[in-house]
């Protein structure tokens, strides 16, 4: 297949988690024989912490605005056998609207945010996506599976509406023999919605062992936290850094956010880049998690400070190994890149069987 994504971003990993998705995506893709070519929307934040300028396994591409967009990929877009428009796309709306003007192949909207994105049209905010635009598409792929694909076809009029969940690079992500620095960790964007929970869960924690030592590693993190003296800050990893950072923690702490909790079935990537790494998880809880990873088997789940503290006094090396090593083998089986590529590609070329037909 030729396929054309329009995405937030391929070549910076700064403050988003949809860089990393989309490497392991089209990589797999480029793997299995399809042609891709990924449009990315140049803007001063990415270009400043761009960790893959360049792709060997598709053509990257940057463009200033709309009107350079539409002067120079028009004829791709046309010849396309499926383009994808992600979430997130600056002037998303716009952008919508020309693709499904242009595209003859199949059209498919990729939603890395659904909970976010739903809960933002049911306020009438269309910052990158619209009720029309939705309506327009032959596909919506979504982060969040379970009963939220019906809710979207139902409410929004898109024919197929299918789950697309994250995954990992399970050769890049994978369990590393460093030394052990932390008891437990979290790596994540800063957001207001995580952050209570991130207190409850790692910061009370550390201050109950002062101790042991902790980490939290992200960016834009207010600089007016308080932070505890035994929990390290790092501002930004890079993708390449996330399997060492795992490695160096006892447990990672796995936070959602408020909307994706409400949707249920919403996996992060994060959840599976720490479990491919053999790190055990401790995470906050949400309907679907069981059907992911099995609690207390492949994953641990803490509702508070005294489940946390239990966990880290009562789980000996023996115990932490096992969880771990199983998340690890549950992930290898489903979650990995090559896997989800396969998804899509499925996915697609039904799609574009319907459209053609």
Request: negative net charge.
């Amino acid at each position: 297949l030729r396929i054309v994504i329009l995405g937030l971003s391929i070549t910076s990993s700064w403050g988003n988690g949809h860089a990393t998705t989309y490497r392991g995506l089209v990589r797999e893709l480029a793997a299995r024989g399809h042609e891709v070519l990924f449009l990315e929307r140049d803007v001063p934040w990415y270009a400043k912490h761009r960790d893959l300028p360049e792709a060997e396994w598709c053509r990257v591409r940057l463009y200033r605005d709309l009107a350079e967009l539409r002067r120079g990929w028009a004829g791709e877009v046309a010849a396309a056998d499926a383009v994808v428009l992600g979430s997130y796309v600056p002037e998303g709306v716009e952008v919508a609207r020309w693709l499904l003007a242009t595209a003859k192949g199949a059209k498919a909207f990729y939603d890395i945010d659904t909970p976010v994105t739903l809960e933002k049209l049911s306020r009438g905010d269309h910052e990158y996506i619209d009720p029309e635009a939705i309506a327009g598409f032959d596909l919506y792929l979504s982060f969040t599976g379970g009963p939220t694909l019906r809710r979207i076809e139902r409410a929004y009029g898109v024919p197929r509406a299918r789950a697309l969940y994250c995954s990992v690079d399970a050769d890049v992500y994978r369990p590393l023999d460093v030394p052990r620095r932390w008891a437990m960790g979290y790596l994540g964007t800063w957001s207001a919605d995580r952050q209570p929970k991130v207190d409850a869960l790692l910061v009370e924690p550390a201050k109950q062992l002062p101790e042991a030592r902790f980490v939290v590693a992200g960016p834009q993190y207010p600089p007016d936290i308080a932070w505890p003296a035994n929990v390290a800050r790092v501002p930004h990893l890079a993708p390449p850094e996330h399997p060492a950072f795992y490695a160096a923690q006892g447990f990672t702490l796995n936070v959602t956010r408020a909307a994706m909790v409400e949707a249920g079935w919403s996996p992060s990537v994060r959840l599976f880049e720490a479990a491919a790494c053999g790190t055990p998880i401790v995470s906050d809880r949400w309907a679907g998690l069981d059907e992911i990873f099995r609690p207390e088997e492949e994953i641990l789940l803490a509702d508070g400070p005294a489940d946390v503290l239990a966990i880290l006094a009562g789980t000996d090396e023996a115990g932490r190994a096992r969880i771990g090593a199983a998340a690890r083998a549950r992930v290898l089986e489903a979650h990995t890149a090559q896997a989800r590529a396969a998804e899509l590609e499925a996915h697609l070329q039904r799609t574009e069987d319907r459209t053609r037909s």
